[in-house]
């Protein structure tokens, strides 16, 4: 069946310019989620979606980061004004609901590079 | 604030042999602590959930334990393949709402 995508699976852009990744997640799933992932790192998380509307954006960096799911299922993750450290892997995940016996299934990424 | 800590970072072993991977945690107030498996340019794939009320948890070849009390969980891999070769994060859900809280993963190698 399919899983979690994510589009572009690369993207490259120049520092200061805006950029969209999109995530498709199981049909069916409630929950969704984006991490960032940098080198050598494990993800962190910046933003979980509950249906439509964003139940926890703590980690969210800055204001230059947004996320929207309008309709309850695809979502985009919008950066402004990129700069060279928004550079990394951004992840999205989803489930069929957020509780702790709730598996993530996670999609293979977006590398962003900022240049 | 959690702080997850995987050790080794790194790990090469021949094929056939067991190995066990580290993960310690500084907040025992977790509701549950997962294994994940991540191949290069890939997603991650879930291996292993374990709820804070449990003790281990076994698919196959792995098994991971939990002692919430001192903080540690390890991975236990038998009778590796190349085919393990890639990078295992351990992950922890502070309660039931919180966000997963991933340490940085220790990248295994299979030697054939």
């Known amino acids: 069946g399919a899983g979690v995508s994510q589009t572009p699976s690369n993207k490259v852009t120049e520092k200061g310019k805006y950029v969209e990744l999109r995530c498709d997640p199981i049909?069916?799933?409630?929950?969704l989620y984006w991490y960032r992932q940098s080198l050598g790192q494990g993800p962190e998380f910046l933003i979980y979606?509950?249906?439509?509307?964003?139940?926890?954006d703590s980690g969210l960096p800055n204001d230059r980061f947004f996320a929207v799911r309008p309709e309850g299922s695809v979502s985009t993750l919008k950066i402004q004004r990129t700069e060279r450290g928004d550079s990394a892997v951004y992840l999205c995940?989803?489930?069929?609901?957020?509780?702790?016996?709730?598996?993530?299934?996670f999609g293979p990424g977006t590398r962003l590079t900022v240049l | 604030k959690q702080e997850v800590t995987q050790i080794p970072a790194a790990l090469s072993v021949p094929e056939g042999e067991n190995l066990v991977l580290n993960c310690s945690f500084t907040?025992?107030?977790?509701?549950?602590l997962q294994w994940f498996r991540q191949d290069p340019g890939k997603g991650l794939t879930s291996l292993l959930l374990?709820?804070?009320?449990?003790r281990e948890q076994t698919s196959g070849r792995l098994n991971a334990s939990l002692d919430k009390s001192s903080g540690r969980s390890t991975l236990y891999i038998a009778a590796s393949q190349p085919g393990d070769s890639a990078t295992y994060l351990c992950?922890?859900?502070?309660?039931?709402?919180?966000?997963?809280?991933f340490g940085k993963g220790t990248r295994l190698h299979i030697l054939p």
């Open positions: 995940a989803s489930s069929p609901r957020r509780d702790a016996g709730s598996v993530q299934y």
């Open positions: 049909s069916g799933h409630t929950a």
């Open positions: 979606f509950q249906g439509t509307g964003a139940a926890d």
């Open positions: 907040d025992s107030a977790i509701y549950n």
């Open positions: 374990i709820q804070s009320s449990q």
């Open positions: 992950a922890v859900m502070r309660n039931r709402d919180d966000k997963i809280i």
